[in-house]
Every structure is written in structure tokens, then in C-alpha cells.
């Protein structure tokens, strides 16, 4: 089983920069997506549905903003929009299909740099996430949850880990949040628990030629319940084209849908 996650900026400008036709050789199972910057009327049918998929959105009721969306080649037994908190849902944040006894979910955690109201959100956010990810991890479910987290875990995870520690992403608070989503709810970091190199990172600032001298951060992960994660076999991040200025996380998993 083979999962993508992949923050768009924006499904519009990612199709015109070639998403669709690589997303159609890439023999994924399905597909995860962030930041589509759409509603449902501006999708045209490769966006709807391309070849071999279906497709499902999560949209923010904010023009031009947020929301999320997976693509599957099986149809699921249940796609869930939302985790049912107002304040959270208004922004297309969360979308969840079930295949059997596993849950994917599609995730897009708030971003604070734009100003402490925006941070202010996210923390409300992770305030109010973290008793549904203690559900999730209560259910019994196999879980994957794949996105844009917009938290660097470790130093490890940033270029400029010192100059950041005051930044939205590396906050002190933020890293705790994380720490205790994998430590005391017990999901874990599917890419670190098989590659534990430095300078793998997911996002890159469009300033000062981030991209080019590789000074990322690594703020979209799939996280999982211990099982599945267990059967996770092979992780990379593609960076052979760009469609966004976040790269596709890959990840391959000994497992059937």
C-alpha cells in the first residue's frame, strides 16, 4: 500500500505546474492532499477525479483558503468530513476514509506565522485535536494521518533550528504538543521511525533560495497507530519536480487496503 501526502499551495496552481500527469505514474493507493485553496465549483473533473481515482474534499467555507482532500483507488467504506468542533471545520482541516479496520485521514494543521491571531488558532486547534486524537488512538482503529502538522518535531527537522525557537512551527509549546501526541497518545512518526538522517525536509521558504541550498523544515509527516506503522517498509520524499512549496511525502506499506 503505497500513501502520498502532498501540502498543494494551492490545487489550481499545482495542476498547471504538472501534479496530475506524475501523480498518474505513481502506483499510489491513495493520495493525500493539503491547502487546495478551492471549492468544489473550481475543480474541474482531472482535480474531481483523475484516472483511476476518486476523489474527496473537505473544503473551507473561506474562498481561496485551507482545505483538504484524498484521492483512492478503492472506494472507501466511509468518508468523514470534519471533526465535529465548529471553529475547526470552518476551515477544512480534516477529512477521514475508512477501508475496513484502517482509518486515513487527510490533515491540515493551522499555520501562526501570519500573526498571533492566526497563532492564537493554533493553539485552539491543538488544544481541541489532541482529545480526538486520544479517541482515535481509544477506538481500536489502525490510523494513519498524513499532512501538514506545521511543526518541526526536533532540531533534527529544521535547517536553523537556533534562530527558529521563538518562530511559529519550533515553538517550545508546539514541540511539546507533538512529543506528547507521540509519547503519551502513542502514535508514531512513520518517516522517523525508518530514516533518521538530518536535512530531510518537506517545505522550503520561497525566500533567500531556501529550495536550492536545502534549508527546509519538516512539517508534514504521516503519523500512525503502532501496528500499522510497523508495517511501513520504505519512505522518501520526492524532490525530482516541484508542484508546490512543500514536496510529496512517500511512504510504502506492507499492507493491503
Same mark, same amino acid.
Given at each position: 500500500?503505497?500513501?502520498?501526502?502532498?501540502?498543494?499551495?494551492?490545487?489550481? +496552481?499545482?495542476?498547471?505546474?504538472?501534479?496530475?500527469? !506524475?501523480?498518474? %505514474?505513481?502506483? +499510489?493507493? *491513495?493520495?493525500?492532499?493539503?491547502?487546495? %485553496?478551492?471549492?468544489?465549483?473550481?475543480?474541474?473533473?482531472?482535480?474531481?477525479?483523475?484516472?483511476?481515482?476518486?476523489?474527496?474534499?473537505?473544503?473551507?467555507?473561506?474562498?481561496?483558503?485551507? =482545505? *483538504?482532500?484524498?484521492?483512492?483507488?478503492? %472506494?472507501?467504506?466511509?468518508?468523514?468530513?470534519?471533526?465535529?468542533?465548529?471553529?475547526?471545520? +470552518?476551515?477544512?482541516?480534516?477529512?477521514?476514509?475508512?477501508?475496513?479496520?484502517?482509518?486515513?485521514?487527510?490533515?491540515?494543521?493551522?499555520? =501562526?506565522?501570519?500573526?498571533?491571531?492566526?497563532?492564537?488558532?493554533?493553539?485552539?486547534?491543538?488544544?481541541?485535536?489532541?482529545?480526538?486524537?486520544?479517541?482515535?488512538?481509544?477506538?481500536?482503529?489502525?490510523?494513519?494521518?498524513?499532512?501538514?502538522?506545521?511543526?518541526?518535531?526536533?532540531?533534527?527537522?529544521?535547517?536553523? !533550528?537556533?534562530?527558529?525557537?521563538?518562530?511559529?512551527?519550533?515553538?517550545?509549546?508546539?514541540?511539546? !504538543?507533538?512529543?506528547?501526541?507521540?509519547?503519551?497518545?502513542?502514535?508514531?512518526?512513520?518517516?522517523?521511525?525508518?530514516?533518521?538522517?538530518?536535512?530531510?525536509?518537506?517545505?522550503?521558504?520561497?525566500?533567500?533560495?531556501?529550495?536550492?541550498?536545502?534549508?527546509?523544515?519538516?512539517?508534514?509527516?504521516?503519523?500512525?497507530?503502532?501496528?500499522?506503522?510497523?508495517?511501513?517498509?520504505?519512505?522518501?520524499?520526492?524532490?525530482?519536480?516541484?508542484?508546490?512549496?512543500?514536496?510529496?511525502?512517500?511512504?510504502?506499506?506492507?499492507?493491503?487496503?
Amino acid at each position: 500500500m503505497r500513501i502520498i501526502t502532498l501540502n498543494l499551495n494551492g490545487i489550481r +496552481a499545482a495542476a498547471k505546474k504538472g501534479f496530475f500527469p !506524475w501523480l498518474a %505514474k505513481q502506483t +499510489a493507493d *491513495v493520495v493525500c492532499v493539503q491547502e487546495l %485553496k478551492a471549492q468544489l465549483p473550481d475543480l474541474s473533473g482531472e482535480m474531481l477525479s483523475p484516472d483511476d481515482y476518486h476523489g474527496y474534499f473537505h473544503c473551507a467555507e473561506q474562498k481561496g483558503y485551507s =482545505g *483538504v482532500g484524498i484521492y483512492t483507488r478503492k %472506494k472507501p467504506d466511509r468518508v468523514v468530513e470534519g471533526v465535529g468542533i465548529t471553529g475547526i471545520d +470552518a476551515e477544512g482541516r480534516y477529512l477521514q476514509a475508512d477501508f475496513g479496520e484502517l482509518s486515513i485521514v487527510s490533515l491540515y494543521l493551522p499555520s =501562526g506565522s501570519s500573526g498571533e491571531h492566526r497563532q492564537a488558532a493554533k493553539f485552539y486547534f491543538m488544544e481541541h485535536f489532541l482529545p480526538v486524537l486520544q479517541n482515535l488512538m481509544a477506538s481500536g482503529r489502525q490510523i494513519i494521518l498524513c499532512g501538514d502538522w506545521n511543526i518541526a518535531h526536533q532540531e533534527i527537522d529544521l535547517k536553523n !533550528w537556533r534562530s527558529n525557537q521563538k518562530n511559529s512551527g519550533f515553538l517550545p509549546e508546539e514541540r511539546a !504538543w507533538l512529543s506528547d501526541v507521540f509519547d503519551r497518545v502513542g502514535f508514531v512518526d512513520v518517516f522517523r521511525r525508518l530514516n533518521s538522517e538530518p536535512d530531510q525536509y518537506t517545505w522550503w521558504s520561497n525566500r533567500g533560495q531556501a529550495w536550492a541550498k536545502n534549508v527546509g523544515w519538516r512539517i508534514d509527516y504521516q503519523i500512525a497507530t503502532p501496528a500499522i506503522a510497523q508495517t511501513a517498509r520504505s519512505v522518501s520524499i520526492f524532490k525530482d519536480e516541484r508542484f508546490s512549496d512543500h514536496a510529496p511525502l512517500i511512504v510504502d506499506y506492507d499492507h493491503t487496503l
